[in-house]
């Protein structure tokens, strides 16, 4: 069985492989893609429509 990766090697890996990788620019626009691919975060009831309308 494949052992699960360390966040933390994999972004070592990362730096050594593209120096830039923790650029502004680059973060940013990791955190873009991030925003249009998940859900705002909020309770489920939020999330499903059904808290519009409490008191």
Known sequence: MTEAANWRD???K???VDPGW???ERVAR???MR???L???G???EQAG???QRK
Do not use: C, F, I
Request: aromatic share 0%.
């Open 10 to 12: 994999v972004k070592a």
């Open 30 to 32: 990791r955190r873009r």
């Open 43 to 45: 309770s489920g009831d």
């Open 22 to 24: 923790d650029s502004a």
């Open 50 to 52: 059904n808290g519009a």
């Open 14 to 16: 990362a730096r050594v």
């Open 35 to 37: 925003e249009q691919m």
């Open 39 to 41: 859900p705002p975060s």
